[in-house]
């Protein structure tokens, strides 16, 4: 059997807030720091063997907090970064409706079918992110794994896990420094836990 502990980064900094930031490089507020610090300790008795990581400082921060004193090394994967928002990123909500209303209804009325002007489609992630993970899976069987990274790639792999089609993404919650656990059985998926929020 091969576990995966999918976690979110914690809470981000201020500036992040109410805002496009898929790769915008934003670090962990006071707030998130403390999140992940519960994660840590609730998930210390694991046999971790490694770490794996976003390029995202938010995620990175995250993953060295989930590491601590334990010395599990972390390794980062450029695959497992959130969406690229391109031209959106770092606008409020409000500010991209201004600028590109039909990009946006189309973005809330269909979210993983809409591509963003400069940046990326879900499609586009969504390959990444898989590619990256069955190299993973191939290269750590039998083990115990974390990977720290954004909610989208953690709705990716639980989507994955079980079959459901893309309109239904974001059905699954992801909150800041949520839990999730997925296992392999034979090569067989299975979440046993799913946006567990360590309070």
Same mark, same amino acid.
């Given at each position: 059997?091969?576990?995966?502990? $999918?976690?979110r980064?914690? !809470? ?7 805002? @496009?930031?898929?790769?915008?490089? &934003? ?5 998130? /720091?403390?999140q992940?610090?519960?994660? %840590? ?8 063997? *490694?770490?794996y ?8 921060e995250?993953?060295?907090i #989930? ?13 497992? /970064?959130?969406?690229?928002f391109?031209?959106?990123?770092? $606008? ?13 209804r189309?973005?809330? !009325?269909?979210?993983?079918?809409v ?5 990326? @489609? ?7 992110? #898989? ?8 290269r750590? !069987?039998?083990?115990t794994? %974390?990977i &720290? ?5 953690? /709705?990716? #792999? +639980?989507?994955?896990?079980l !079959?459901m089609?893309?309109? @239904?993404?974001?059905? #699954?919650?992801?909150?800041? %420094?949520a ?5 392999? &059985? ?11 929020? *360590? +309070?």
């Amino acid at each position: 059997m091969t576990r995966f502990w $999918l976690l979110r980064h914690g !809470e981000p900094a201020a500036e992040a807030r109410q805002r @496009c930031y898929g790769s915008l490089d &934003v670090g962990l507020s006071d707030a998130g /720091r403390r999140q992940m610090a519960r994660v %840590a300790g609730h998930l210390r008795h694991q046999p971790i063997a *490694v770490i794996y990581s976003s390029p995202r400082s938010r995620a990175i921060e995250s993953a060295r907090i #989930l590491a601590g004193e334990s010395g599990r090394p972390i390794e980062i994967v450029p695959a497992f /970064r959130e969406i690229d928002f391109g031209e959106f990123e770092g $606008l409020t909500y409000d500010e991209i409706a201004a600028r590109h209303p039909e990009t946006y209804r189309r973005w809330m !009325e269909a979210p993983t079918e809409v591509r963003f002007p400069g940046g990326e @489609c879900f499609r586009d992630m969504r390959a990444r992110v #898989l590619d990256a993970f069955a190299a993973i899976r191939r290269r750590r !069987e039998g083990e115990t794994i %974390a990977i &720290v990274s954004h909610g989208g790639v953690n /709705r990716i #792999l +639980l989507a994955w896990a079980l !079959e459901m089609p893309d309109r @239904c993404l974001f059905r #699954l919650a992801q909150d800041h %420094a949520a839990a999730n656990l997925l296992e392999l &059985v034979e090569g067989a998926p299975m979440v046993r836990a799913m946006n567990l929020a *360590v +309070l």
